[in-house]
């Protein structure tokens, strides 16, 4: 009679087992359905932010692209009307220099869409110990693209190359020249005024496999703050591409410009190409190259007795500058101006003094600066350079192209006697000459590129303390046929590209 109820209380004790289950697998099916598209309070989980792990490392860029412009070229050649209206080029004529320095696995020069042959730069003489790897060609026919690796990221490592255009007839008489740019996010430029007959193309170029969509924005000397260009504010490039951008038909009337030029899918490389006539008369053309960093003392080098100079200057806040010539007889007389923060400066220097080769610039805020350099010559003809403050680094180096020569100027911005290295080499890369220089405190020394040898065509600042330099060009067919003629190139670092990267284990990351 017992065992009954037993049996009983068994069997409903094991529903029971079987219900709770039930329960219980229905609730964690629903718990993981709900962890699955919900998050958890922070306090209930653990840190996901940088862990105790977290290492630092520097990384070095051992691919150096550089884009080199075509020649000098009229903005609209097309002919209209009279014959004798027609604008023309001319007999223009051009050159460029490429070369690689030290550590360089190949370096290599090419079209911008990568069509064509690519030349290899070669060093011709294996044998000599300098590493310097070159070729040569002209700009005569679209723009080319310099790429290097190099083999160890080092100082006195990568490449400098250039263009130079030159013309004794037509609407571009005088001289242009432009160093290759390296390719980047950003780039800003310092532009002369957009009087009447003026054309300032932004060529933007685009040497990767993406599109990019551009923001360009300007300043000028009229207002405070960016300008509404009428023209438009962005710029599409396409990949392998190049597009372009008047600035003087979207800002007209200015003293001066100020240009940044962004970019957020791809790194752009960027000039700005300025021709400027008066009716039928040339009043000269060049390259507006990419600016280095701002700061509150600087040396512009290139200038010869009887040039017109006005300094362009850019800052964020107001600033005092003070300018004075170095050499010369005016070279301790400073001159002072005031810069209204956001607003673009153009000051009127006057001609420069006998011997005077370089300007000092000092300010109480940091800015940038470039001079608007002039040359005069018969009827009215004039010619003008654009000349901006070049990196004071370790090492650097100059590429001079063929049938031009040229004034290498050093100038010291410092309080103290400077040292530094200048090395010349031949078409070829072979070593012609090696100099130890010296320049006092706010001082300069000038050379003939001759003075190293009548065959020097590259040229590189090494062991450098804090001196900034460049290369007044000169060219016997527009010296001879007696016109103005004002052309200038900046060295290009021979310096390695560091960043500094963190990397940490993520919680939210899946392995």
Known sequence: MSETPRRKSRGAGRICRIILAVITTVLLVALFAALSVLRLAPQWTDATGVSASARGYDVSQRQVTAYCPARMALSDDASYGDSQYHVSQGNIAS???????????????????????????????????????????DADHGARLVDTRLLQA???????????AWA????????????????????????PDTSTGTTQQLVVANPSAKATSLRVDVWGSKQTGTMTLSTGRTLNVAAYGESTLDLAAGASDQDALFVTV?????????????????????????????????????TLNGFNKGDSVTLLGFSEANAAVETSWVGGSEGGKPR????????????????????????????????????????SGHDG?????????????????????????????????S???????????????????????????HGVSRLSSKDFSDKAKLFVLSGNA????????????VSNANLPSVAWLGPQPLEPRHAHVRAAVSQQIAH
């Open 95 to 137: 050159s460029a220099r490429y070369a690689a320095f030290g550590s360089v696995y190949q370096s290599s020069v090419g079209a911008l869409d990568g069509n064509g042959t690519q030349t290899l730069l070669k060093d011709v003489d294996s044998q000599d110990q300098t590493d310097v790897k070159v070729a040569a060609g």
């Open 262 to 298: 962004s970019s957020q899918e791809a790194p752009i490389a960027a000039v700005v190409r300025i021709v400027h006539m008066d009716g039928l008369t040339s009043k000269g053309s060049d390259f507006a190259m990419p600016l280095n960093s701002s700061t509150k003392s600087t």
């Open 381 to 413: 003809i004039e010619d003008f350079g654009l000349v901006d403050s070049s990196p004071a680094v370790a090492s650097s180096a100059i590429a001079l192209p063929d049938k031009v020569g040229g004034d290498v100027i050093v100038g010291n911005p």
């Open 168 to 191: 004794t007839s037509g609407d571009l008489k005088g001289m242009s020249a432009a160093s290759c740019v390296p390719t980047g996010l950003q780039q800003s430029f310092l532009l």
């Open 154 to 164: 080092q100082s006195g490592t990568g490449s400098a190359a250039s263009i130079a």
């Open 336 to 375: 002072t101006a005031q810069l209204t923060g956001g607003k673009v400066s153009a000051i009127d220097l006057g001609q420069a003094p006998k011997d005077a080769s370089a300007l000092r610039v000092t300010s109480d805020s940091a800015l940038y600066v470039a001079a608007k350099v002039t040359d």
């Open 466 to 477: 804090g001196l900034q330099w460049g290369i007044r060009l000169s060219q016997d067919d």
């Open 415 to 441: 309080d103290g006697m400077r040292k530094a290295t200048l090395t010349a080499y031949d078409a070829d890369g072979r070593q012609v000459s090696d100099n130890a220089l010296k320049v006092g405190a």
